[in-house]
């Protein structure tokens, strides 16, 4: 579990927004077609360092 040490560095919020982020994504990636759910998760990735 080599993410999980990273994320672990981070605080606790925030490692816990991005596996939840992660996990969404993977599940969208799932049901829909992949150029959609990446869009969705590089849009995600730009809010995220807008609040950091």
Not at 39 to 52: E, G, R
């Amino acid at each position: 579990m080599g993410a999980q040490s990273a994320f672990a560095q981070m605080g606790h919020s925030d490692s816990a927004c991005l596996m939840g982020m992660f996990t969404f994504g993977n599940r969208l990636s799932d049901s829909l077609n992949d150029e959609f759910s990446t869009h969705l998760l590089k849009d995600a990735a730009i809010l995220m360092n807008d609040y950091s």
